[in-house]
Structures are given as C-alpha cells and as structure tokens.
C-alpha cells in the first residue's frame, strides 16, 4: 500500500525567504565515518522528510512536497588542513560546502538540502551543510542535527512537529493584537531594482570578516556593560551592541573612524545618523509552538538608535526583548498588510534588514541553538560556523567560538570598512576587553585572518 507523501503549504512569511539558502559548516578535530554519516543521514530525514522534499509553486503560493527527493549526500577527500579550511571561512568560495541554489530549489529543479563531508589532509574533517531558507530557520535545523547524531549513534531520535499549513498554525497562536507595523518594507520599482543591483554586486563590493572573543574576554565586556547599564543583559545584547557601535565607530557615522576618509568634510560636521539595528528572534517561546516545530518561526526586533553609548544601546535592546510581543511582534499586522496588498505584491516586500542605502545593520544571533550538540564518532565540534554565499553589507551572524566557548562574529561589510576592521584602530576597538595575557584557544591562533 502506498503511503501518502507529506506536503506543506508554506506560509507568506516563508515566501519572503524563498529565494535565500543557508549554509553552515561542522568542524571536527578526527576522520569521520562516512558511511555511518550518511546512513545517519537518512534516517535523519525519514524523520523530518521537509529536508528532502521538492518545492512545488501553486499560483502565489508554494509547497513543499516531502518526497524524499530533494537531499544530496557527497563525500570528498581535501587538501586542506583544518586551520586552512577555517580560514577559508572568510572567502566567498571556501570550497567546503555545496551551497543550495535558492530560486533553482524554488522551482523545484534543484535540492533543498546539500551536505558535503570533507576528509581533510591532516585527518580532521568537516562536514559542509545547506538548506532552502523556506524550509525553517536555525532552530529547525540545530532539530535536524540532533536527530542526525542520534540516527549516526543508534540512540532513539527525537521526533519533529511537521505543520503541513503552516499560515493556519501561526494564526492560531498570534495575539489579537500585535505592535502594529508589519515586518517588512514596501518597495517601488525603483528601489527594487537597486537592491537587486546591490545584491549581484555583493560579491565584488563586500568582504567577510571574522573576530574571535574569547571566554575571559567576553566575560568583562559584559561585565563593563552591565556596570555602565546599571542592569543585567545577556551575552547576546552586549556582542549585539558592541559589534554594531564598533562596526559603525570604524565607519565614520559615531565618533568618526581616523581612516573614514568618506566621512570627512561636510559630513563630518553634521549631526550623526540615526540607524536601524535588527536582530531576528526565534518566536517559539513567545507563541508556545514546540521546540522541534519546523518552519520559520521568525521576527524581528527594530531599534533605530543614534550615537549612543554601547552599554545603553545592549539595555535598550534588553528591554525590547523584555517587551518583545507587545512593542516588536508584527506578523499579524503584516498578514493584513499583504492581505490589503495582494499576492502580487510579495515581490516588492523586503525584509526589514535588508536596506543598505540606510546601513541597517542585522545580527542573527545563532548562539544558544545547541550546535555543539552535534557530535558524530563520539566526537562534538570544535567549531560551528556560517559559511556566507551572499554577502549582503551590514549583517553580521553570532555563533559559539571553538569548543563552544567565547564567541565567533561573522560580519559582512562593505571592502574599505573591512579593511578599516583589520587594522590596527579596528582591532583595538573591536579587542577592547582583551587582556596581554589572554589565552586563546590553539585552532584561533592558527588561522589565518582571524581577528
């Protein structure tokens, strides 16, 4: 008897992210077995089947047909050693992964999941891993790969929530009343055409950027911010704070940059710009959906701020957090936006994070998702990392630094600005709290560029 197939109906907020991939890299400090990864794999995806699924388009909607069609598995031998491989973190093309091609999977010509196991010249591995956006957010990934170490290791593996109408699933958790605006920005043609123009330009006009904070070193920036906030803050709100003021410092908009030649002049004497900072939120707990819900269960909180202390922008964004569901959740009002729209409008609606003519700056926050949790042969990683296809200026991505201590910033800036981060101003700014006699772990100090 043939059993039915599981199809999802993705929601509109899903169709804001369709055309986006996502892509992480695992890092290993031992040879793993390839082929026990891969059966791992597979059992991995009988339980959440939405990572090989097919995305079906049906009129202005989209589905993802779960059909076990749409992974791919391959394994490959390197000449990289592992501090080589990091560095190779902050390139466009690391070599390490197989990114998605988002618009491919969209139309359903493509997989919606990538993996590539590297085995590395000194008998390291890393094991490179993609994902239509569309299918879920991190949450929904870091779900997938515990059941993938369970399924590698022969334990029980959680089960998944697989919500087949996603849109319905949300609006039964929404409040009645949300903050009022929606989550996203409408665009004219004009502009529309130059965020694409930004977008294919990405890759000539941007450089990544790595900075390592170690545990100690992480521990008295937060102590310095809370002293000066006189409240407490989490880790997240002081890195979130101090990467912004300092990315904006080095760029001329707060205090001036000596390097920020572009700011000079007329600029210089006027009053400092006001910016937009947004941090995406994992809503699970706000809504009560379960952990292992899978889809994107995302919003935003939006600060515009000024030249502001770092330690009053990380409480301002304490108290939005506090205050997330009354002042900062939108996804009803922007349903009702798009509803009032039409669907024909879903292509002028852009996320919040993404104006660069403005410089708004968005941090997705990835630590505390239990990335290191995915331990293969015994073994945990000693380092999880984005591994950026698209770099779009002015967001940076915040995981867990090696052996899940300290933290690893991952920031997308414009080239000149980069350059200015790596210099001898940036790194002392960027560095602020690090003591002479700091010890880093050996993996940091062995790769290369890594601020």
């Given at each position: 008897m043939r059993m039915s197939v599981p199809v999802i109906r993705c929601a509109w907020s899903d169709l804001l992210l369709a055309d986006l991939s996502v892509s992480v890299v695992f890092c290993y400090d031992r040879a793993l077995d390839g082929p026990g990864l891969r059966a791992?794999?597979?059992?991995?995806?009988?339980?959440?089947?939405?990572?090989?699924?097919?995305?079906?388009?049906?009129?202005?909607?989209?589905?993802?047909?779960?059909?076990?069609?749409?992974?791919?598995?391959?394994?490959?031998?390197?000449?990289?050693?592992l501090p080589e491989a990091i560095s190779r973190l902050a390139l466009l093309e690391s070599g390490l992964v197989d990114h998605v091609d988002a618009p491919a999977a969209r139309a359903g010509r493509a997989p919606?999941?990538?993996?590539?196991?590297?085995?590395?010249?000194?008998?390291?591995?890393?094991?490179?891993?993609?994902?239509?956006?569309?299918?879920?957010?991190?949450?929904s990934f870091t779900t997938f790969m515990r059941q993938w170490s369970a399924a590698s290791a022969g334990e029980p593996v959680e089960p998944s929530l697989l919500v087949e109408d996603r849109a319905t699933f949300l609006d039964a958790m929404l409040p009645?009343?949300?903050?009022?605006?929606?989550?996203?920005?409408?665009?004219?043609?004009?502009?529309?055409?130059?965020?694409?123009?930004?977008?294919?330009?990405?890759?000539?006009?941007?450089?990544?950027?790595?900075?390592?904070?170690?545990?100690?070193?992480?521990?008295?920036?937060?102590?310095?911010?809370?002293?000066?906030?006189g409240r407490r803050l989490s880790t997240n709100d002081v890195l979130t704070a101090h990467i912004v003021s300092?990315?904006?410092?080095?760029?001329?908009?707060?205090?001036?940059?000596?390097?920020?030649?572009?700011?000079?002049?007329?600029?210089?004497?006027?009053?400092?710009?006001?910016?937009?900072?947004?941090?995406?939120v994992d809503l699970r707990r706000t809504l009560g959906a379960p952990r292992e819900t899978i889809g994107n269960l995302l919003g935003e909180i939006a600060i515009r701020h000024g030249d502001v202390a770092p330690a009053k922008l990380a409480a301002d964004l304490r108290a939005a957090v506090e205050d997330f569901a009354d002042s900062h959740l939108t996804l009803r009002t922007s349903r009702a936006v798009l509803e009032e729209l039409g669907p024909e409008a879903l292509d002028r609606c852009v996320p919040l994070g993404f104006n660069p003519s403005e410089r708004t700056f968005t941090t997705s926050r990835w630590r505390g998702f239990g990335a290191y949790t995915a331990e293969f042969d015994g073994a945990a990683p000693v380092l999880m990392a984005p591994a950026i296809s698209l770099p779009l200026p002015w967001v940076c991505w915040m995981v867990e630094g090696f052996n899940g201590t300290g933290a690893l910033l991952t920031v997308a800036v414009p080239a000149a600005l980069a350059t200015r981060m790596r210099s001898a101003e940036g790194r002392a700014l960027l560095h602020?709290?690090?003591a002479p006699d700091d010890e880093l772990p050996a993996l940091a100090s062995a790769v290369r560029r890594m601020l």
């Open positions: 791992g794999f597979t059992a991995a995806l009988a339980a959440t089947p939405a990572f090989a699924g097919r995305f079906r388009p049906v009129g202005a909607d989209l589905e993802l047909v779960c059909d076990g069609e749409g992974a791919e598995f391959r394994e490959l031998d390197s000449p990289l050693t919606v999941t990538r993996v590539r196991l590297n085995h590395l010249a000194d008998g390291t591995t890393v094991l490179g891993c993609s994902w239509h956006h569309a299918i879920g957010d991190m949450s009645e009343k949300d903050s009022g605006r929606p989550g996203f920005r409408v665009v004219d043609e004009r502009e529309s055409a130059e965020l694409r123009r930004v977008a294919e330009a990405s890759a000539r006009a941007n450089r990544l950027v790595q900075v390592y904070l170690a545990e100690a070193e992480l521990a008295r920036l937060r102590e310095r911010f809370e002293r000066e906030a300092t990315v904006r410092r080095l760029d001329g908009d707060y205090g001036g940059a000596a390097g920020a030649a572009d700011a000079a002049g007329a600029a210089a004497s006027a009053p400092p710009a006001e910016r937009d900072l947004i941090v995406p602020s709290d690090r």
